[in-house]
């Protein structure tokens, strides 16, 4: 049933757009690269963003003895009945002291990487502890970041978008091969966004989309770091969610937590042969959906991540 229906959405688009030039429809800017040309599509929309302050965030961290080697939780409950309830008030201590200094070194250095690096020595990337190292972070370095692809290994991204904040806004680019061979100006045009203290934001983008960007690069000879901390959605949505919803897709979770709607979507599973359609008939009908299937991918991330903040807010 989802093929049949997205088979007619694609004969219906291209009815709907025949003669229409990308151009005419999407408002956007060629850009050039030191790779070649690819179009960037540019919007910007009004999002409430909420992260744990980082002086809260802090407080959290060090409340957990857990932390530091050798202490579990039967020893960390031992230890507060003896009046250590803060990492700070381990530090003249006889065994953790000095474990106890280096961590405090690492937490008030603020350095995302580091804390964050930490952290998972101790606990799973999809713990609350690993998301509280966020706050360490400004709002404007925050990348959400979501690609589409000819499909699932060594084929062109099609589309890479990627959302910075600023301000009450949420800001998103869009960068789209308009045919495969612009590919590498698409890569070229994401890496500019990239800075030393950028921080990603993906769902799944830990298994797939930093590895297939890094990849892709790979082959095109485009050198830029990507390992940056990472937060990966789909883990934290999983540990908070899995058992209050049918399924963790990206699409299930807005719906049942922000009432989202999708019209006209097409799958992802879908999206190549909607593009090699595009392809075949230089028709834009059959992108319309794609774009706006990886914009409203991008959206609801910053959507979850402050969700996720404030469900955590009181562990």
């Known amino acids: 049933m989802e093929y049949e229906n997205a088979q007619k959405l694609k004969e219906k688009l291209l009815d709907d757009h025949d003669g229409i030039a990308l151009e005419d429809l999407i408002d956007g800017n060629e850009i050039i690269t030191d790779s070649g040309t690819c179009y960037d ?53 006889e065994r953790f002291g000095r474990e106890a200094s280096n961590l405090l070194k690492i937490i008030d250095s603020c350095n995302n990487c580091y804390i964050s690096d930490r952290i998972s020595e101790c606990y799973p990337k999809s713990h609350p502890m690993s998301l509280f190292s966020s706050s360490f972070s400004n709002d404007e370095d925050f990348i959400f970041l979501d690609i589409e692809t000819l499909g699932f290994s060594n084929v062109p991204i099609i589309l890479l978008g990627v959302a910075k904040l600023h301000g009450n806004e949420i800001c998103v680019n869009q960068y789209l091969s308009r045919s495969v061979g612009e590919e590498s ?21 830990q298994t797939f989309d930093i590895p297939y960007i890094r990849n892709r690069m790979k082959y095109f000879g485009i050198k830029k770091n990507l390992n940056m901390p990472h937060f990966d959605l789909l883990h934290f949505s999983r540990r908070t969610w899995s058992d209050k919803l049918p399924n963790c897709q990206l699409t299930t979770i807005e719906n049942h937590l922000f009432g989202i709607e999708r019209i006209d979507d097409v799958p992802s599973g879908l999206v190549p042969a909607f593009y090699k359609t595009y392809i075949k008939t230089q028709n834009i009908g059959p992108l319309v959906p794609i774009i706006e299937h990886n914009r409203q991918d991008i959206i609801t991330l910053a959507l979850i991540f402050s969700r996720l903040h404030d469900e955590y807010s009181t562990y």
Not at 51 to 68: F, G, M, P, V, W
Not at 185 to 205: I, K, M, P, Q, Y
């Open 41 to 93: 599509i540019e919007n910007k929309s009004t999002l409430k963003f909420n992260t744990l302050n980082q002086e809260k965030a802090r407080e959290k961290i060090l409340s957990d003895l857990k932390l530091l080697n050798g202490i579990g939780a039967s020893r960390e409950l031992k230890l507060q009945n003896e009046g250590y309830k803060t990492v700070e008030d381990l530090v003249e201590h």
């Open 185 to 205: 100006a698409v890569l070229d045009a994401f890496s500019s966004h990239v800075e030393d203290e950028s921080v990603f934001v993906t769902f799944n983008g």
